[in-house]
């Protein structure tokens, strides 16, 4: 099974899964770390259900939300309608070149072809002086992860993600452990295992400040 037909596959389950899986804090840092200001538009890169979303728009944000998975972003519009859901790709993100204020994406990097190239996307779409904030698994050598949740990558070593946004053209960079975890199990042998997330955010190189 691909990745995408995985997601679509557990769509409907995604909140119960991912509310094992890590707490409310890691959204709750992530959007911290940005530093949003209401009435901004923010995007949601490999939003899934809209667990980072549903914190954006608590907190007056505009909304737009992208996945590969269209039964995901059924769900995350039944929850959410106010949000612009799009489907697309890491490689191709259906939104116009420097227009957003934020960009988030939470567990979403380790699932992509290639990362780096990832984030240069995300980049293109912020507008000068934007944020991008991703939050994701550090290192770790759980290969089951692979085989049933089609992760791609086993986490990112922080010094790898620093490069990536230094190279995207990201300025104040920073790279942190975030101070909590991720608990997965293995359906087939049991394995339980907690891996730690960081947290990176960086600035668009700005002529000018936010603009509205
Ligand atoms: C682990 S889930 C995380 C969902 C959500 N961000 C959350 O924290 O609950 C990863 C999401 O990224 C999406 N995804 C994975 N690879 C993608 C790609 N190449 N392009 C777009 N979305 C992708 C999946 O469909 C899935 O919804």
């Known amino acids: 099974m691909e990745c ?8 409907q389950q995604w909140d119960a899964m991912r509310r094992e899986f890590f707490s409310p804090a890691v959204r709750d840092q992530a959007l911290a770390r940005a530093g ?8 949601d890169v490999g939003a899934g259900s809209g667990f980072v979303s549903r914190g954006l728009v608590a907190k007056g944000l ?14 995350l519009s039944v929850a959410l309608p106010e949000v612009d859901c799009r489907v697309g790709d890491a490689d191709f993100l259906p939104v116009d070149d420097a227009a957003v204020d934020y960009v988030f994406a939470n567990m979403y990097l380790h699932h992509v ?29 759980f290969e089951f992860l692979r085989r049933e ?13 620093e490069e990536w946004y230094r190279a995207a053209g990201l300025e104040d960079v920073t790279v942190q452990p975030l101070g909590e975890n991720c608990c997965a199990s293995s359906c087939n042998c049991g394995e339980q295992v907690k891996i730690s997330i960081f947290i990176a955010s960086g600035k668009k190189a700005a002529e000018a400040q936010l603009s509205t």
Do not use: N
Request: charged share 30%; proline share 3%; hydrophobic share 40%.
């Open 4 to 11: 995408k037909s995985y997601f679509d596959t557990v769509a």
């Open 149 to 161: 949740q089609h992760d791609r990558w086993l986490g990112f070593q922080q010094a790898q993600l």
């Open 113 to 141: 072809e290639d990362p780096g190239s990832a984030i240069r996307e995300m980049v293109r779409v912020l507008k000068p002086g934007g944020v991008l904030t991703i939050t994701d698994l550090d290192e770790h050598d």
């Open 62 to 75: 505009q909304v737009i939300a992208v996945d590969q998975s269209e039964r995901m972003l059924a769900e």
């Open 36 to 43: 949003l200001e209401a009435g901004r538009t923010a995007l």
